[in-house]
């Protein structure tokens, strides 16, 4: 599958004088995602203090060097020679997170709108995209903004011409082949069709972000006197997020 996937069409580029990006094949697909990430991990696991971060991308990996590289060619062999190690990398526990979605049209002001356009009832929209599992392949845009595939084709839906000035926290919308959720008040393309009150940036916490490359996401339709009632158990700190463990 490996060989399939890459035919020999990885890429390595300089990006500025510390880093390097490593691309490859232009498309979304979760075999890649994997190997994306078994390289991120070989990599991690050398015990030497070259590399100081790793930055996923849909099929992309940019390594972070601690200090400028004098050498290209002889760095990238060095990651070359990483990734061809046949060695078992150990497997990083992934959880399906279960995020709770109120789609009243007080939250998805963009659902009459793509029921239009896509000749789609509202509850269809609803239950296509409830209905799913997405896959997390990186973060970024903003802190904590997930980037989900997985997306029913039905609902594809290109992103506003004129993105809005202010879109709130919890949004959940749809751009283009993709959906995700505003982690944070900001402005934003992408068509709105519901709102989750779970928070999925949090400086305070250990760790900001709760899911990670890897993690799926399962969107569960709820009401909205649910939606307000979960709102104020967020607020208390005294609502956790349900979780499965994937590969246990």
Known sequence: MK???LDNTLTYKPFGAKAILIEWKPIIDEAILQDILEFKDKIKDQKGDTYLDSIVGYNSLTIIFRDIFVNFKQEVAKLKAIYAVNSAVEQKQNFLWEIPVCYDLEFGIDLKEMS???NLEISEIIKMHSESVYTVFFIGFLPGFLY?????????FDRKPNPR??????AVGIGGEQTGVYPVNSAGGWNIIGKTPI?????GEKKPCFAK???RIKFISITKKEFFKLENLVSDNSFQLFKTVLND
């Open 199 to 203: 928070n999925f940036f949090d400086v």
């Open 3 to 5: 060989e399939l996937l």
């Open 165 to 170: 000035l202010n879109v709130e926290r919890g």
């Open 116 to 118: 239009q356009s896509l």
């Open 148 to 156: 989900l595939g997985g997306l029913n084709s039905k609902l594809y």
């Open 213 to 215: 490359s890897g993690d």
